[in-house]
């Protein structure tokens, strides 16, 4: 058979089609009109690679054909919501106390949480939040909470708007509900005589202006759109969509500092201020935050009505980590997976990271994954040690990566000089090899007091490692090292489009060294 290009055949077979029934080929017959003209179905290309094709036969298969370690892997991620959080029963305790004022139909007092990363904040605040939703259904009480991220809704707009429409929607489903309620007894009336007897109604035509009422409601509602409204707009709108109906609202802004660093303190002023004007509904704010100093920036309103309960969540120790480790494997690890020191190494592991109970699960979790990997069907201490590896490159890789153009291009000044064989780097040879490299891609050249301020953001991140040395009646400097894999962190630079090409100024570099 002559090689056809497949567009060709695809083209001839649709000539093909528009032919005539005699005046078709005779190789093409009805029966191929009954496949569907999938005439490309019988072609055999004789080109392919059978080693190759008997190769990736079974690639799976191989995978799967090992026992499986977890039981349920989605226990150890930060999204899961354990029915049982270890060490965290005060915390929880305190919140309850503040939040069961919803249930008696008060305000509950505006809480803020405060914690290092992992130590429990949020699972700790959906776990109250789910029970006081499941204890308002059980009384039938109106109360529910709204979930934000305020790393990713973070301005008042996306806040506002996301709240907006997400009341807009349950009103709509409130509204139609009892539309349809309505015309059930509306439809009841005309046959029953009794059928009005125990509503408020006393006729149908009461029944039927009930409902034109609730249409014209319902007309009213109006999407808000993520861009693009007025913001006093979009707050009205959410401020009429809320108060629709009675009920108290606990609105929880996880990360709170982020969306007060990103949008000032408006949202939180509006929010806080708004049961003054409510007339049906009650809202009460719910802030979490890494940072126990962000509300020395908000307007002195705003700090003394968000902060009327204040709740502090301290880091685990190792022994509390292994508690919540051991509670967590027994579930999402088949049984006698784990030999006996993976979770106190685990567990030590993230008691080095400030009590950490998110890089504990993370490290366990990573450790089963790299066993699955072996085929072997025991997570043992070597796995842990190279979750441990793994995970500290993925977030240097995560962070160098995010890291802004200048800082990057200080970062790949330190490489270089450590690549050329200085050791104990000064500010000063830093700043001469970042000069050139922001020549050779056209950026702006900061100072070098600015320079010496971005060795410090790095030596902070843990980057690099600046450490302040005496040299006598020279004064002091400033002695930098890498602190993370040369080579990885190299690559990572390279992958930024302005530095791809920063690897052309190495002459620069060294004709710099053979001058001294």
Avoid at 48 to 76: H, M, Q, T, W
Avoid at 131 to 148: A, F, G, M
Avoid at 263 to 284: I, K, P
Avoid at 379 to 407: G, N, W
Wanted: glycine content about 4%; proline content about 3%; charged content about 30%.
């Amino acid at each position: 058979m002559p090689d056809t290009d497949e567009t060709d055949l695809d083209a001839t077979e649709t000539d093909e089609w528009e032919l005539e029934p005699s005046e078709r080929p005779s190789s093409f017959t009805d029966h191929d009109r009954d496949r569907d003209g999938q005439l490309l179905d019988d072609i055999v290309f004789e080109d392919g690679n059978s080693e190759a094709d008997e190769a990736s036969r079974g690639l799976f298969d191989d995978l799967l054909s090992g026992e499986p370690i977890f039981e349920n892997k989605e226990v150890l991620r930060p999204s899961y919501t354990p029915r049982k959080l270890p060490h965290r029963e005060e915390q929880i305790n305190n919140m309850a106390t503040i939040l069961v004022a919803a249930l008696r139909g008060d305000t509950p007092s505006n809480i803020l949480i405060y914690g290092k990363t992992g130590t429990g904040k949020t699972a700790s605040a959906k776990f109250v939040s789910e029970e006081l939703e499941r204890t308002s259904q059980k009384y039938e009480v109106p109360c529910e909470v709204q979930y934000i991220n305020c790393e990713v809704t973070d301005t008042q707009y996306r806040v506002l708007a996301q709240l907006a429409n997400t009341f807009i929607e349950q009103n709509e489903t409130h509204i139609n509900e009892r539309i349809d309620d309505l015309r059930d007894l509306a439809d009841a009336a005309e046959t029953e005589s009794n059928a009005l007897g125990d509503t408020d109604f006393e006729s149908i035509e009461d029944v039927e202006a009930e409902i034109d009422s609730l249409e014209s409601d319902l007309a009213e509602f109006e999407e808000v759109p993520m861009t693009g409204w007025p913001t006093d707009r979009v707050y009205n709108t959410f401020f009429d969509a809320v108060d629709y109906t009675e009920r108290v609202v606990v609105i929880m802004l996880d990360e709170i500092d982020k969306l007060v660093e990103k949008s000032g303190d408006d949202t939180l002023y509006n929010l806080s201020r708004m049961n003054s004007e409510l007339e049906n509904s009650r809202v009460s704010i719910m802030g979490i935050s890494n940072d126990l100093k962000f509300t020395d920036f908000l307007d002195p309103r705003v700090k003394s009505s968000l902060g009327e309960e204040e709740i502090v969540f301290p880091p685990y120790d190792a022994n509390q980590l292994r508690d919540i480790l051991q509670a967590r494997a027994n579930v999402a690890f088949k049984d006698g997976a784990l030999s006996d020191d993976v979770i106190p190494l685990c567990a030590a592991f993230a008691a080095q990271e400030h009590g950490d109970a998110r890089r504990a699960l993370d490290l366990l979790r990573t450790a089963g994954e790299l066993a699955e990997r072996d085929q072997t069907d025991l997570v043992a201490e070597d796995h842990v040690r190279q979750a441990q590896e793994k995970i500290e490159l993925d977030r240097v890789v995560e962070v160098v990566r995010t890291l802004p153009t200048q800082s990057k291009l200080v970062l790949f000044a330190i490489i270089l000089l450590e690549q050329n064989g200085v050791h104990n780097i000064n500010t000063g040879e830093v700043y001469n090899i970042y000069k050139r490299l922001c020549e050779e891609i056209d950026a702006d050249v900061l100072t070098q007091r600015r320079v010496t301020d971005l060795i410090s953001e790095l030596d902070m991140l843990g980057i690099v490692n600046a450490v302040v040395v005496s040299k006598g009646r020279y004064g002091r400097t400033k002695e930098i090292s890498l602190s993370v894999p040369l080579e990885e962190t190299e690559a990572v630079l390279h992958s930024d489009s302005r530095l791809g090409d920063i690897e052309d100024v190495q002459p620069f570099i060294q004709a710099r060294f053979d001058q001294q």
